[in-house]
């Protein structure tokens, strides 16, 4: 039985682990889960999934919880950091599953590259705001990070799960295009968020959907890529797959590429990484059908150029400039989602915030939260600029 601590349960790849574990109850067990602010979901997971332990920030949270379950039997309900810090190294946990989002999921995902056990890894913020901390934290604790974002997963699975990228010549990122596939930059200020949410073929959170039709997405995901691997970011390639069937491509230097293929469907990776390597687990999934396929490729698309070659330069200078990346993105996403900006002045947010933040080289834990901070206020003024 694998025992696992659940953080970003109440989310989008909270429901789809879950799903998985459901599907797979003689071989995984919920532990522990962590949320924010989703109360009535969370009291149905510890419902259904009686975890022991369920950790929340919010006391407030906490009581409406422990006051629904009337002093609830065999559930311990905490909010803090040192108590969660104790769980992450507990040894009823063999796995760490980290799916909160946004820069928000950094200091679980830091804590719990300390707790020497593994991390499923969904949330890329934290790699791209502090991949050169992350890293070698969880290469220092012996920690291993196995990613469930669908395109590193691919990448892990193509790799044979081999750590050993001597022989391979290039990865191919696929990128799905989003909503606005086809469409230029220039024609898309007056997209709502209806449109801008509504994604063609992945279900997700609202942050991450909009990273995906602006195809910041794949920004962050080339710079996930790029720590998670070891590999210089001259090795990704991105390209336009429109139907998200084959999650990633590794080719290797005699010529062989190998891909991973399945339909668009978080509970693929994450059961991939939940295995262990061991033989699969069982899915109720549905299976592509080979016959009627139309597979696609373009390239990425010319007009998002700039912005993918900014990533290139996060991964090339590092120091704070994947910290100003995230922020400066997070900011302006929530500025979007809260009506304040168009659509593509989150571009403009973006590349205005990374100029006028002064780029740190030695940076530390500490450093990267108080640079995560000064680039919110930083991005924040652009944002009034703009409006
Ligand atoms: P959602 O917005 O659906 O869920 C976010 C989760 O994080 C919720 O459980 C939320 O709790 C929790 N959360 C947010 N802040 C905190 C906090 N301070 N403390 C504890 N919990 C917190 O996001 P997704 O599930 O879509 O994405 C999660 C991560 O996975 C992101 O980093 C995303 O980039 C990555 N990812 C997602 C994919 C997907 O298919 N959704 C695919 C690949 C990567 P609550 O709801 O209770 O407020
Ligand atoms: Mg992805």
């Known amino acids: 039985m694998k025992n696992i601590l659940l953080l970003g349960a109440t989310g989008s790849i909270g429901d789809s682990v879950l799903n998985v574990i459901k599907q797979n109850s003689n071989k995984l067990n919920l532990v522990g889960i962590a949320f924010q602010s989703n109360t009535t979901k ?6 259904e999934f009686a975890p022991d332990y369920a950790y929340c920030e919010s006391k407030a949270n906490l009581k409406i919880i422990n006051d629904y379950l009337k002093k609830s039997e065999g559930i311990e309900l905490f909010n803090n950091k040192s108590e969660l810090q104790h769980l992450l190294n507990h040894r009823s946990i063999d796995i760490i599953i980290s799916a909160i989002s946004g820069f928000s999921g950094l200091e679980t995902t830091f804590m719990a590259a300390q707790s020497g056990k593994i991390i499923l890894l969904a949330n890329k913020e934290s790699i ?5 901390i992350i890293l070698p934290t969880a290469k220092k604790y012996n920690t291993e990070i196995i990613p469930i974002d669908s395109e590193h997963n691919a990448i892990f699975q193509c790799l044979n799960s081999e750590k050993n990228t001597d022989d391979v010549s290039k990865i191919i990122i696929t990128a799905s295009g989003g909503p606005f596939l086809n469409k230029k930059v220039d024609d898309l200020s007056g997209v709502t968020k209806k449109e801008a949410l509504n994604h063609p073929n992945w279900k997700m959170g609202s942050k991450i959907t909009i990273d995906s039709a602006t195809l910041v997405n794949k920004c962050l ?17 991105l390209v336009v797959h429109p139907q998200s069937i084959i999650h990633s491509i590794v080719t290797y230097k005699d010529g062989s590429s190998i891909c991973q293929m399945s339909n668009p469907d978080m509970r693929v990776p ?6 262990l390597e061991e033989s699969r687990l069982s899915l109720n999934f549905s299976e592509i059908n080979f016959s009627s396929l139309n597979l696609t490729f373009q390239e990425f698309p010319k007009d998002r150029l700039e912005i993918a070659n900014l990533a290139r330069e996060v991964c090339n200078t590092r120091g704070s400039t994947g910290t100003v990346f995230n922020a400066a993105n997070e900011v302006a996403v929530e500025n979007f989602l809260n009506d304040k900006i168009t659509f ?6 973006i590349y205005r915030t990374f100029d006028a933040i002064p780029l740190s080289k030695d940076i530390d834990i500490e450093a990267i939260h108080e640079i995560d901070n000064q680039t919110r206020i930083e991005a924040q003024k652009v944002v009034k600029s703009l409006t």
């Open 42 to 47: 969370a009291i149905s997971i510890i419902e």
């Open 128 to 132: 791209v705001a502090a991949g050169d």
């Open 221 to 237: 995901e080339l710079i996930e890529a790029k720590y998670l691997f070891d590999l210089n970011e001259e090795y990704f390639e």
């Open 270 to 275: 994450i059961s991939h990484a939940l295995s």
């Open 344 to 349: 593509n002045k989150i571009y403009d947010v």
